[in-house]
């Protein structure tokens, strides 16, 4: 069944943008993070989709194609009392932008609700189909 | 038979929702592909879609019904044909190369949600009338 399929590119759309919100979530959470377990500052986290083609079906769902690190370096703050603070007193803050993530994130969750609303919408669809002819 | 499926409303909704479900598989695809860097909005062009399926065209390539006798009837494949994809011209495309705008998806999706709906009472409606018509008006 046809509808099937629409429930199956919706789900894989709904997948990729969690796993987005995911590693938006994990960026706005380190955005204060200077030392990692490799001692150097948090790199922002970036998920880059592809289209994923369903077998037989000229539908195409979306795919995580790969998370990214931004390894542009971040901002340098005089701190110097910090720990992990240079000799000059400066400390090398993550790349992480507040604004550019929330904006990011309620991209994420924009296309999460659309997708949500096309499986309700199919299920309907395919709810009024099962009830062809009972009349 | 081919001149008798053309014209039995049966035969034309099944095609009819058919390819709208079809199409609702399209634009479910464009939606869910909203963020994704290169990819490019498609769509069916729908009344041709349908003509294409009814005239038999879509089917020419699909498996025929195997007889094994002259007097057996001939009918195309069953397979669903796949019309024409084509790619939406954009309004407004984004500068990674995707060409998918929410609104016009949106819109579409509702309009063929809504025209499927549409199709199903007209189909509901030929299979009460010949409900009826099998149970000589008493049911």
Redesign the interface.
Known sequence: ???M??FQ??S??LS??SL?LNALASNLANAESVSGPDGKPYKPRQV????APILG??????EVASVTEDQRPGPLVYKPGHPSADANGYLRMPNVNPVEVMVDMI??SR?YQ??IE?MN??K??ML??LD??R? | MDRVAEFDPLYFSEAALRMRAYRQQILSSNMANVDTPGYKARDILFSQALREQLEGVAYSNALPLAATSDRHYRIGGSLPGSPALLYRSAIQPSLDGNTVDVEIERAHFADNAVRTEAAMTLLNGVIASRRMALSGNNS
Do not use: D, H
């Not at chain 1, 079906?57 to 979306?62: D, L, M, N, P, T």
């Open positions: 069944m046809s509808l399929r629409s590119v919706a894989t759309a990729s943008q987005r880059v989709f592809r289209p079906e000229v539908a195409a769902g979306v991209s994420a296309s659309m997708n096309v919408t199919s309907q669809l009024k189909m062809l002819g009349s």
